[in-house]
T-cell receptor, first 112, second 112 residues
Framework: AAGVIQSPRHLIKEKRETATLKCYPI?????VYWYQQGPGQDPQFLIS???????DKGSIPDRFSAQQFSDYHSELNMSSLELGDSALYFC???????????FGQGTRLTVV | DAKTTQPPSMDCAEGRAANLPCNHS???????VYWYRQIHSQGPQYIIH???NNETNEMASLIITEDRKSSTLILPHATLRDTAVYYC?????????????FGKGITLSVRP
């Protein structure tokens, strides 16, 4: 069965640069969630979208923005990168809100 | 602000049942109990969820107490590949607040 696809899997950026992470949900899923997991930490919710509209927002820095496109894929844009942004970024998708969400394998972002 | 508490760790012998407890004493009537697990740095994996009845699937069983204030995830025959962090999550069943809020989780170590 098709799973959530995230790209790239690994990304290395320098401080103050910009990064774009992409998430392709499971076919027919209309809800996308983004999470950040720092070293030794638990996943922290950033933002979610349902039917291409932002549905919830967590502890997402103002330097980050995200959107969900007409084909339901989503992109997380991160600007003015800081060393502390180094983390695993996971995307999850579900069919409607409040149903089981399935996670991708994540993007490992390293800021140097 | 996770609404669940879990012991930090436990272990069990390979081939034995692993019973992972979770307390959620402030759970509301419309909130489900979800279980996910994360094998080192991989994306969290959905296991099972339930509202008030016990549930079973190919991965595990979920036993929810009658007052719904606690639950137990049962892996009937643990294998070495079940070593992971297991997260018990309380999640709204309706409305826009559908994000999964990860707490500390319980680290299960399966020993040979």
């Amino acid at each position: 069965a098709a799973g959530v696809i995230q790209s790239p899997r690994h990304l290395i950026k320098e401080k103050r640069e910009t990064a774009t992470l992409k998430c392709y949900p499971i076919p027919r899923h209309d809800t996308v969630y983004w999470y950040q997991q720092g070293p030794g930490q638990d996943p922290q919710f950033l933002i979610s979208f349902y039917e291409k509209m932002q549905s919830d927002k967590g502890s997402i820095p103002d330097r980050f923005s995200a959107q969900q496109f007409s084909d339901y894929h989503s992109e997380l844009n991160m600007s003015s990168l800081e060393l502390g942004d180094s983390a695993l970024y996971f995307c999850a998708s579900s069919l409607r809100e409040n149903t089981e969400a399935f996670f991708g394998q994540g993007t490992r972002l390293t800021v140097v | 602000d996770a609404k669940t508490t879990q012991p930090p760790s436990m272990d069990c012998a390979e081939g034995r049942a692993a019973n992972l407890p979770c307390n959620h004493s402030t759970i509301s009537g419309n909130e489900y109990v979800y279980w996910y697990r994360q094998i080192h740095s991989q994306g969290p994996q959905y296991i099972i969820h339930g509202l008030k009845n016990n549930e079973t699937n190919e991965m595990a069983s979920l036993i929810i107490t009658e007052d719904r204030k606690s639950s137990t995830l049962i892996l009937p025959h643990a294998t070495l590949r079940d070593t992971a962090v297991y997260y018990c999550i309380v999640r709204a069943s309706t409305g826009a607040n559908s994000k999964l809020t990860f707490g500390k989780g319980i680290t299960l170590s399966v020993r040979p």
